[in-house]
């Protein structure tokens, strides 16, 4: 699989926002499962954000409902991840993947192909 390109990542202040952008062109196919993952130093990788480009549909993590928002723009075959109210509970890399093969999005990582090198977030009290 293309691995995925990530980019927008940096340092804020909690309360601060950022806009994560990931690269999907290498994906041809017109239905797709795409998802944002993190993984915090000494942590295991989670789930944060699926989103179904056939119909937009999506899921969140419970920590992140209400303040993250994934979004495509399928034109650009480009994935977002707005995240607003940040945390420093927030603080991990963050990468995206895609899972070509389910209808329904989950949010877990080993669904996931075309793993990217990730954008670190960084979220300062």
């Known amino acids: 699989q293309v691995p995925l390109v990530e980019s927008g990542g940096g340092s804020v202040q909690a309360g601060g926002s950022l806009r994560l952008s990931c690269a999907a062109s290498?994906?041809?196919?017109?239905?797709?499962?795409l998802g944002w993952f993190r993984q915090a130093r000494g942590k295991e990788r989670e789930g944060v954000a699926a989103i179904w480009t056939g119909d937009g549909s999506t899921a969140y993590a419970d920590s992140v409902k209400g303040r993250f928002t994934i979004s495509q723009d399928n034109a650009k075959k480009t994935l977002y991840l707005q995240m607003n109210s940040l945390e420093p509970e927030d603080t991990a890399m963050y990468y995206c993947a895609a899972d070509p093969y389910r209808r329904t999005c989950e949010l877990r990582s080993y669904l996931y192909h075309g793993w990217g090198q990730g954008t670190q977030v960084t979220v300062s009290s």
């Open positions: 290498g994906y041809s196919n017109s239905n797709y499962c």
